[in-house]
Protein backbone atom coordinates (compact mmCIF):
# COMPACT_ATOMS: atom_id res chain seq x y z
CA UNK A 1 0.00 0.00 0.00
CA UNK A 2 1.23 3.55 -0.71
CA UNK A 3 -0.29 6.52 0.35
CA UNK A 4 0.51 10.42 -1.29
CA UNK A 5 -0.60 13.06 0.47
CA UNK A 6 -1.78 16.31 -1.72
CA UNK A 7 -2.86 19.73 -0.65
CA UNK A 8 -0.77 21.72 2.20
CA UNK A 9 0.26 24.91 2.49
CA UNK A 10 0.33 28.18 3.84
CA UNK A 11 -2.65 30.14 5.38
CA UNK A 12 -4.10 33.05 7.62
CA UNK A 13 -6.09 32.02 10.24
CA UNK A 14 -9.63 31.58 10.49
CA UNK A 15 -8.60 30.14 6.81
CA UNK A 16 -9.50 27.23 5.13
CA UNK A 17 -7.44 24.07 3.70
CA UNK A 18 -8.20 20.72 1.81
CA UNK A 19 -5.97 17.43 2.41
CA UNK A 20 -6.19 14.66 -0.23
CA UNK A 21 -4.28 11.00 0.63
CA UNK A 22 -4.81 8.88 -2.23
CA UNK A 23 -3.95 4.91 -1.81
CA UNK A 24 -2.67 2.50 -4.31
CA UNK A 25 -4.65 -0.44 -3.06
CA UNK A 26 -7.09 -2.68 -4.73
CA UNK A 27 -9.25 -2.89 -1.31
CA UNK A 28 -9.23 0.55 -0.08
CA UNK A 29 -12.33 0.13 1.04
CA UNK A 30 -10.58 -2.63 3.67
CA UNK A 31 -8.60 0.21 5.47
CA UNK A 32 -9.63 2.62 8.29
CA UNK A 33 -7.49 5.97 6.76
CA UNK A 34 -6.57 8.23 9.38
CA UNK A 35 -4.81 11.60 9.37
CA UNK A 36 -2.02 12.20 12.53
CA UNK A 37 -0.06 15.56 12.53
CA UNK A 38 3.57 16.68 14.32
CA UNK A 39 4.06 19.78 15.32
CA UNK A 40 7.66 21.45 15.45
CA UNK A 41 9.20 19.96 18.80
CA UNK A 42 6.42 17.80 19.36
CA UNK A 43 5.66 14.23 18.98
CA UNK A 44 3.43 12.97 16.37
CA UNK A 45 -0.80 13.27 17.37
CA UNK A 46 -4.28 11.52 16.24
CA UNK A 47 -6.21 14.12 14.03
CA UNK A 48 -8.89 12.35 12.95
CA UNK A 49 -10.01 8.68 11.49
CA UNK A 50 -12.83 6.84 8.64
CA UNK A 51 -13.09 3.38 9.38
CA UNK A 52 -13.65 0.94 6.64
CA UNK A 53 -17.37 1.38 6.33
CA UNK A 54 -17.72 4.93 6.49
CA UNK A 55 -17.58 6.10 9.71
CA UNK A 56 -16.29 9.33 9.91
CA UNK A 57 -16.62 9.87 13.21
CA UNK A 58 -13.14 9.80 15.24
CA UNK A 59 -11.55 13.29 16.34
CA UNK A 60 -9.20 14.99 18.62
CA UNK A 61 -10.85 17.35 20.83
CA UNK A 62 -8.58 20.27 19.50
CA UNK A 63 -9.88 20.19 16.04
CA UNK A 64 -13.94 18.70 16.60
CA UNK A 65 -16.11 20.86 14.89
CA UNK A 66 -13.70 22.59 12.39
CA UNK A 67 -11.91 19.62 10.89
CA UNK A 68 -14.18 16.89 8.82
CA UNK A 69 -12.48 14.01 7.50
CA UNK A 70 -14.33 11.89 4.81
CA UNK A 71 -13.32 9.52 1.94
CA UNK A 72 -14.30 7.74 -1.29
CA UNK A 73 -13.92 4.41 -1.59
CA UNK A 74 -14.22 4.26 -5.34
CA UNK A 75 -11.17 6.42 -6.01
CA UNK A 76 -9.09 5.39 -2.92
CA UNK A 77 -9.20 8.61 -1.62
CA UNK A 78 -9.28 9.83 2.08
CA UNK A 79 -9.60 13.64 2.78
CA UNK A 80 -8.99 15.86 5.54
CA UNK A 81 -11.08 19.43 5.13
CA UNK A 82 -10.00 22.21 7.53
CA UNK A 83 -11.47 25.21 8.27
CA UNK A 84 -11.13 27.78 10.97
CA UNK A 85 -7.60 27.20 11.03
CA UNK A 86 -5.49 28.11 13.95
CA UNK A 87 -1.54 28.83 14.14
CA UNK A 88 -1.23 26.23 16.51
CA UNK A 89 -2.80 23.60 13.64
CA UNK A 90 0.68 24.40 11.98
CA UNK A 91 1.88 20.78 11.20
CA UNK A 92 2.94 17.93 8.70
CA UNK A 93 -0.06 16.26 8.37
CA UNK A 94 0.18 12.63 7.82
CA UNK A 95 -1.90 10.28 6.21
CA UNK A 96 -2.49 6.60 7.64
CA UNK A 97 -3.73 2.95 6.94
CA UNK A 98 -4.46 0.18 8.39
CA UNK A 99 -6.83 -3.14 8.94
CA UNK A 100 -6.88 -4.05 11.87
CA UNK A 101 -8.06 -1.19 13.72
CA UNK A 102 -10.96 -1.10 16.01
CA UNK A 103 -12.79 1.51 18.25
CA UNK A 104 -10.47 1.33 21.14
CA UNK A 105 -6.91 1.57 19.08
CA UNK A 106 -7.73 3.97 16.35
CA UNK A 107 -6.17 6.89 17.70
CA UNK A 108 -2.87 4.60 18.13
CA UNK A 109 -0.72 5.30 15.67
CA UNK A 110 1.16 2.34 16.14
CA UNK A 111 -1.43 0.33 14.88
CA UNK A 112 -1.49 2.10 11.48
CA UNK A 113 0.45 0.05 8.81
CA UNK A 114 0.96 2.17 6.03
CA UNK A 115 2.13 6.25 6.19
CA UNK A 116 2.14 8.53 3.60
CA UNK A 117 5.50 11.01 2.89
CA UNK A 118 3.20 14.20 4.90
CA UNK A 119 2.35 17.56 3.96
CA UNK A 120 2.87 21.04 5.60
CA UNK A 121 0.50 23.04 6.51
CA UNK A 122 1.34 26.57 8.24
CA UNK A 123 -1.31 28.54 9.74
CA UNK A 124 -0.30 32.28 10.26
CA UNK A 125 -1.55 34.59 12.59
Known amino acids: VQLQAYGGGFVQAGGFVSLSCAAS????????MAWFRQAPGKEREFVAA????????YYADSVKGRFTISRDNAKNTAYLTMNNLKPEDTAVYYC???????????????????WGQGTQVTVSS
Open 96 to 114: AAGNRLISSTIRYEHMYDY
Open 25 to 32: VRTFSSYT
Open 50 to 57: CKQSGGCT
